[in-house]
């Protein structure tokens, strides 16, 4: 074949392995290691009204399945709410990669209302009628005093935008809640409000945002976590 025949060859247009857009920030949203149980005679301390539980001790050796997991990637930041576990879960990632976690209040989880301080997972054992509401309408504020949907909602959105914004191009691993990752999937896929609940505890969902627009690039990876009990909604 002479040179004009090599020049009128057609171009070949492969399948190609995913990348991230130019200027795209790609957000990683783990959800703490498992928490201390519930019980009526010991309820959780209360940090700004918030449950705020330690983590269980299956909690923390997920921390560190999660830190086996991430170690070898690339952070331009760390992301923790001002919620123990979140910060708990981070901190062996945080030691590997030499980095300080940056407290975004705006992640923190759903506000519970009066099933805050670990009464939520009695009632939701127990299958209570509000619980059942609950479900049915894919609505946190039919529980007496939770925060209303909408102002969660948004105070998610806003936060992921703002983060997303201030690292373009980058990746972010983001420490955070069972309800907010939740919230931000369904927001992404114009699911149903509760289509993504709930991620297990120390998963990862992966999100690429850019120029406002966000894609899902995976949800409740656990394959680096090994399993032994079922897990909590919250």
């Known amino acids: ?11 070949d247009y ?4 995913y990348r991230p857009p130019a200027g795209a920030t ?18 959780f301390p209360l940090v700004d009204g918030h449950g705020d539980p330690d983590l269980a001790p299956e909690g ?28 708990q ?9 030499g980095m300080e976690p940056l407290v975004e209040p705006g992640l923190r989880e759903v506000y519970l209302g009066e099933w805050e301080g670990g009464l939520f997972r009695k009632m939701v054992a127990e299958n209570t009628p509000v619980a059942q509401r609950m479900f049915a309408e894919e609505r946190w504020d039919v529980i007496p005093g939770a925060e209303n949907d909408e102002a969660f909602g948004r105070r998610v959105d806003e936060s992921l935008t703002r983060l997303a914004v201030a690292h373009p191009g980058g990746r972010i691993a983001v420490f955070t ?13 114009g699911s149903r409000p509760f289509a993504f609940l709930a991620p ?18 995976g949800f409740n990876d656990t394959s680096h976590l090994d399993w032994s009990a079922p897990e909590p909604l919250s």
């Open 14 to 17: 492969g399948q190609k392995r």
């Open 200 to 217: 297990d505890s120390a998963s990862i969902s992966r999100l690429v945002s850019l120029n406002g627009l966000t894609t899902v690039r």
């Open 89 to 97: 879960t981070a901190e062996p990632l945080a030691r590997r990669l």
């Open 26 to 43: 790609e957000i990683l949203l783990i959800r703490h290691g498992s928490s201390q149980a519930a019980r009526a005679d010991r309820p």
């Open 177 to 189: 809640h069972g309800g907010v990752i939740s919230r931000a999937l369904a927001a992404a896929t």
């Open 1 to 11: 074949m002479d040179e004009r025949d090599e020049r009128d060859e057609p171009a």
């Open 60 to 87: 923390r050796e997920q921390a560190e399945q999660v830190c086996e997991r991430l170690g070898g990637e690339r952070f331009d930041a760390l992301y923790v709410t001002p919620l123990r576990r979140t910060s």
